[in-house]
């Protein structure tokens, strides 16, 4: 079992930066994969980084692609999501996830064995 807990999310101006951190519990966390997804209001829960149980490999929606960053910190059970040059359509409640073992559908929510209760990022224009 894998407890997940998000923060640092907040209010920012566009153009501005965020970290958002997940913190997880277990003595296993270097052995999941990791994601972060968000949800805008209206609108269906969406893929945005996902991270490698090494923190090698590491993939993105296109529509975050060259402004966040995904990293993992193993010795401290945590992963973050570096977001720089925020735009007001990134405005949403984001999400972490872990999974044992990679997926090739990292995209996919179902992929995912445990979540995070989300972090609300505003972007404002």
């Known amino acids: 079992q894998v407890q997940l807990v998000e923060s640092g999310g907040g209010l920012v101006q566009a153009g501005g930066s965020l970290r958002l951190s997940c913190a997880a519990s277990?003595?296993?966390?270097?052995?999941?994969?990791m994601g972060w997804f968000r949800q805008a209001p209206g609108k269906e829960r969406e893929f945005v980084a996902a991270?490698?149980?090494?923190?090698?490999?590491?993939y993105y929606a296109d529509s975050v692609k060259g402004r966040f960053t995904i990293s993992r910190d193993n010795a401290k059970n945590t992963v973050y999501l570096q977001m720089n040059s925020l735009k007001p359509e990134d405005t949403a409640v984001y999400y972490c996830?872990?999974?044992?073992?990679?997926?090739?559908?990292?995209?996919?929510?179902?992929?995912?064995?445990?979540w995070g209760q989300g972090t609300q990022v505003t972007v404002s224009s």
């Open positions: 996830a872990a999974r044992h073992g990679w997926s090739s559908s990292y995209y996919l929510i179902d992929e995912y064995d445990y």
């Open positions: 277990g003595r296993t966390f270097s052995s999941y994969a």
């Open positions: 991270i490698s149980w090494s923190g090698d490999n590491t």
